[in-house]
């Protein structure tokens, strides 16, 4: 499989009241012109609002291909969040990579900065609440939309255009593709959930999904996350 290195738009957001409860989020990003630094845990000038389930060395920088946006409007229709990147929260926005492509520990270099892919996106209720669709955090889902992060292995600054540009792989076959689907579509397949508790470059909590599921033979409840006030 082939990644092709590709430009990016780049994006950031401050503080905002979201949803009907007005709780303070950083999902509405907005592109930057300029260059902004990279550090282990974002993007300076980016905020979180919920900082022990957003953001953080293991999620530090979302990723959200425009490619999903057609498919989007195709969906839930034409409306205006979908006219331009950041509908999702992404920080970095591309065209020509997607979860079928892209895979753990996948090392880029971006900019003056080099990150690793550390797991796809876990939707939420805020999703829902960007958006006013019922079910919007469910959608993403379902069909496997979700975008991934990256964890910063080197600090630097990136702007946008910048190229992102594929320099390692360390697990090609663990796609965010099937880590979405281990997760959320054959979710009691001891086989995949063993080697996903095996993947060392896989978050503590991501392995744990997949622990729990071989001792309980159980799968957890999403239900808080995708409609509740917690963040995925």
Known sequence: MTIKDCTIALLTGALAPLGDKKIPSGIV?????????LGETGFEGDAQGDPVRHG???KAVHHYP???????VADIGAIPLLEQAGAFGENISTTGLDETTVA?????????????VSQGRQPCWKLTARFGVADMSMRVQKTGRTGWYYRVLQSG????????????????EWTIHRLWRTLYVDTMNLDELAQMAALERLPDGWRRYAERRLVTGKVEDWSSRLKGEQAG
């Open 66 to 72: 425009y490619d999903h946006y057609d498919k989007w």
């Open 104 to 116: 753990l520990g996948d090392v880029f270099q971006l900019g003056g900065a080099r990150v690793e």
């Open 157 to 172: 600054y990136v702007a946008p255009g910048d190229t992102l540009a594929l320099i390692d792989r360390t697990s090609p």
């Open 56 to 58: 953080g060395i293991e």
């Open 29 to 37: 990003k907005k592109p930057v012109n300029g260059r902004l630094w």
